[in-house]
């Protein structure tokens, strides 16, 4: 069992470093692949290079556009700045300022006046409400009295009535006065509301346009500091250039034109030029010394396998031998067993290892192959021509031949004898007894002959519907074998 475990691990071991070897290869190759898309890289970089010179010789060329533009970025550098939002303009605005604050005022002044109004008119129209109804208390009072002949009382009373319906009179004038200047004022308010409206629409139009006016302002003065900032550049790289004026002179003959395309095309190789992987030499450098590594990884790995396939060869000759002398003790205790068993002359008995007939299998052997003889003129034969009886003969000699090379100290039998003759039935019963000298057998058996040999009886018992196991006498285990033996019978009989 030590020795298959070995094996597990070895085998084990050995599929992972051929995993490991695997992969190493894998990497091997995806870093060669790498280091040919590097190389290709540096060519098409050379290359590049080779055209960027040529270029730069060409672009001296283009030294009279440069001229020209310094040219144009002085004369718009002396040009006085001017914005679209002009003296009249910012007067305009302060005028609608100023015309929306007078708006303002007065639309305040009338609010509060009408506000005033609506009070004193609630107080003529609380009055007018409350004369009204004396008013009408007097005339009731004045229809009691025309009955009752009050002439004093009812002069009195006219009277009253009289000065009443003047003052109603002149509360009903003044409240249609008030009425007619509300109507007024509200009117005005209306118009006044409107051109403030209209002032305020003025007033954010001429701030979105003072707004604009001032973006338009900021922009004209950052493209104003980025030309001045262009002019400098172009002055220095003049200077650093060494351009003389008889280059000039000779540049300003070529057409505009082609300096232009001329122009497009340097600036066209050297956008070409932005992508370029800069750090490709010390990615070979590192790839070069990763293969370097994987090389000497698979080095290693191959010594390893080699290392492991030597101690798998060792280890299955180990195996082999080792099953070669269990296989040859057991076969011999067979043979012993087998004869103490059969006791007829000339019975014979063999244990014969089989090999493997696939030379590619791992296991050496693929079985073993037992032929007995059970006695003088019976032929040999295998062990799947033997009768019931015969083949349980030979499966417990085979036990008895293993517990002798390798002993237990318990064993558990459970009918082995129900398909023996009596004959071979005691001769178990008896070499059970010969080997419990140095271990424990327990048998359960329905034959008497295992009760002769047997130390100590036990027998289950059936009662009050409940089962129990107590030691019995041999006697007692007999009848209760002859009891199990005679009620089928008796049954069969009814």
Not at 193 to 220: F, N, P, W
Not at 418 to 447: C, G, H, N, W
Request: one cysteine or more.
């Amino acid at each position: 069992v030590d020795i298959e475990q070995k094996i597990t691990e070895v085998t084990s071991g050995l599929d992972a470093k051929e995993n490991a070897n695997q992969a190493l290869r894998t990497e091997s190759q995806s870093s060669r692949d790498e280091l040919r898309v590097l190389r290709e890289k540096i060519d098409t970089l050379y290359k590049s290079l080779a055209r960027i010179n040529e270029s730069i010789a060409s672009a001296k060329s283009n030294i009279e556009k440069a001229k020209e533009a310094t040219r144009v970025l002085t004369a718009e550098k002396s040009t006085p700045f001017n914005t679209t939002f002009n003296e009249a303009d910012e007067k305009e605005l302060e005028q609608v300022h100023r015309e929306l604050m007078e708006v303002q005022t007065k639309l305040t002044t009338q609010t509060a006046k009408i506000n005033g109004l609506n009070t004193h008119s609630k107080i003529l129209r609380d009055t007018l409400t409350t004369n009204t109804q004396r008013l009408d208390l007097i005339t009731e009072q004045l229809s009691e009295w025309t009955g009752s002949g009050l002439a004093v009382d009812n002069q009195r009373c006219s009277i009253e009535d009289s000065a009443l319906q003047k003052q109603l009179s002149f509360l009903s004038d003044r409240l249609g006065t008030v009425e007619a200047e509300l109507a007024k004022l509200q009117k005005e308010k209306q118009k006044a509301d409107l051109s403030l409206h209209e002032k305020r629409q003025v007033m954010t139009e001429a701030r979105r346009k003072y707004g604009k006016a001032l973006d338009e302002s900021t922009k004209s003065r950052s493209k104003l500091v980025l030309l001045n900032n262009q002019l400098e550049e172009i002055q220095v790289k003049m200077r650093q250039s060494g351009t003389t004026n008889a280059e000039v002179n000779e540049l300003s003959k070529e057409p505009t034109r082609r300096l232009i395309e001329q122009l497009k095309e340097c600036t066209a190789a050297i956008a070409n030029l932005a992508h370029v992987n800069t750090k490709a030499v010390d990615q070979l450098t590192h790839t070069k010394q990763k293969i370097e590594e994987l090389k000497q990884k698979r080095e290693s790995n191959d010594k390893e396998l080699q290392a492991i396939q030597e101690m798998i060869e060792k280890l299955d000759a180990q195996k082999d031998e080792a099953i070669q002398r269990t296989v040859k003790q057991v076969q011999h205790n067979f043979e012993k067993v087998f004869l103490e068993l059969v006791t007829a002359k000339g019975a014979s008995a063999s244990l014969i290892l089989v090999e493997s007939g696939d030379h590619g299998s791992v296991e050496s052997y693929e079985g073993i192959r037992i032929q007995v003889c059970f006695g003088l003129g019976l032929p040999v034969v295998d062990l799947n021509q033997l009768s019931g009886g015969q083949r349980s003969l030979v499966a417990l000699a085979l036990i008895f031949a293993i517990q002798r090379c390798d002993p237990a100290p318990f064993y558990l039998f459970d009918e082995i004898d129900a398909a023996l003759d009596p004959t071979y039935r005691s001769a178990v019963a008896a070499m059970i007894r010969r080997q419990s000298e140095s271990a424990q057998f327990i048998t359960a058996s329905f034959k008497e002959e295992m009760l002769d040999s047997a130390d100590k009886i036990y027998g289950i018992v059936f009662r009050n519907r409940v089962s129990r196991i107590q030691t019995i006498h041999i006697d007692e285990a007999r009848a209760l074998l002859r009891q199990e033996v005679l009620q089928p019978q008796e049954l069969a009989e009814n």
